[in-house]
């Protein structure tokens, strides 16, 4: 059986690795595993056994020019970068408002693959895989309302919604996006495979440490909806009561300006382009995680933060609900409470008993969460399917 896969980009992404570990494992299954993309770099993952196939998009005289300049410029100043002209061109071109038309060079696309099921992964794709007249047509939903209007704005709001009309069959990642989904089709078939860790990376790696300050990690985003001011806050007036050091994973520039808009008062490390075996060493040399989100389709950070043996301070972002429950893995506070928030960091700080009930609770949740349980779920779901 052929399986494609369809990306617009394979560049670093959350949604982008859980295709990348599904497609690994299906191929370990014995099933020919194809992914379909556009653009993008899938270096960053190391040890995917599946062929990518690119196809850059067809641009119009605009867009060709811009291309040619960014190669030469990228040949000047970025001989190091890797991020390639076609990624930073679509940067380009989304601020000059053209749009190159994704959706049908897509579907002409997969048309050249006689795949017997073709898996949409986002809701241009969707529509691409849809005009394509694939055989069987999946729908990986990983996507949320919050995430596809910050990045796409009410248009791109109202054709995700669109998107979840189609008669797809859908595997989703959590509860939440189900509903998602089932709001806007109600008699579709969906199957739930949440995301999984891999506990041979992530999982406890105790460093003892030289200063006496409390270590607090966060990730910085910079999108509205992943809560990065919240966190700011949080560490700002938890540090006024316990001395704190900050584990900070996320750009330096975007620290830099958040240190001149929100003020950072307390000491920090910024680790930046982590890969799995340094990001599982930094959640274990914290004391404490803190993730302030206001919306995630699932939300994977805490749960790693969990396999690590990492006490977990977070929001209810909706998508955690399945694994995150407050008092027994972690302490949940509503989106934007910064009051709750600090609140329950400084509990986690400072009683040793709730550290090491959260520690114990967590460590077994995270045990539930394995991508050898998402390949069984995905896969009983493309079964059902099969005549």
């Known amino acids: 059986m052929m399986i ?3 990306l617009v980009s394979t560049s670093l992404a959350g949604g982008v690795r859980y295709v990348f570990e599904v497609a690994n494992g299906l191929k370990n299954r014995g099933y020919n595993v194809k992914i ?20 850059e998009p067809i641009m119009n005289k605009i867009s060709k020019t811009l291309y040619n300049l960014y190669k030469v410029y990228n040949l000047i100043k970025l001989k190091n970068s890797k991020i390639k002209p076609y990624d930073s061109l679509l940067i380009f071109n989304s601020l000059l408002g053209i749009k190159s038309d994704l959706v049908t060079e897509l579907a002409e696309f997969i048309q050249n693959f006689d795949s017997d099921i073709t898996i949409a992964t986002y809701y241009l794709t969707a529509f691409s895989v849809w005009f394509s007249q694939s055989k069987r047509p999946f729908y990986l939903m990983q996507d949320f309302p919050e995430l596809v209007e910050n990045n796409e704005g009410k248009i791109g709001l109202n054709m995700f919604k669109l998107s979840l009309k189609l008669p797809f069959s859908f595997v989703t990642v959590s509860s939440y996006t ?9 008699t579709a078939r969906v199957t ?32 509205k909806q992943k809560g990065d001011n919240i966190g700011l806050e949080v560490l700002k007036i938890v540090n006024k009561k316990i001395p704190i050091h900050a584990i900070i994973v996320g750009s330096k520039n975007l620290v830099k300006t958040y240190s ?12 930046s382009n982590v890969d799995d075996e340094k990001l ?23 749960l790693e933060a969990m396999a690590c043996g990492t006490p977990v301070v977070m929001s209810d972002n909706k998508g955690s609900r399945d694994y995150a429950v407050n008092g027994y893995n ?36 995270a045990k539930r969460f394995t ?15 099969i005549p």
Do not use: C
């Open 178 to 186: 189900k509903q998602l989904i089932l709001d806007n089709n109600p």
């Open 280 to 302: 599982s060493r930094l959640y274990s040399s914290a004391d404490a995680f803190i993730f302030t989100s206001y919306a995630e389709s699932f939300g994977l950070p805490p």
């Open 330 to 365: 972690a302490l949940v506070s509503q989106p934007g409470d910064v009051k709750s928030l600090s609140d329950n960091l400084i509990k986690v700080l400072q009683d040793d008993k709730l550290r090491e009930k959260l520690i114990e609770n967590g460590l077994e949740t």
């Open 260 to 271: 001149k808009t929100i003020g950072i008062d307390f000491s920090y490390t910024v680790f």
């Open 371 to 385: 991508w050898s349980s998402t390949v069984n779920n995905f896969e009983k779901a493309l079964r059902e399917e």
């Open 192 to 223: 739930i495979a949440n995301p999984g860790v891999n506990l041979e990376v992530f999982r406890p790696k105790r460093e003892l440490q030289n200063d006496n300050k409390r270590r607090v990690m966060l990730i910085l985003r910079g999108q």
């Open 4 to 6: 494609s896969f369809v």
């Open 36 to 55: 379909l993309s556009l653009a993008g770099d899938h270096s960053w993952f190391k040890g995917l056994k599946v062929e990518v196939v690119y196809k």
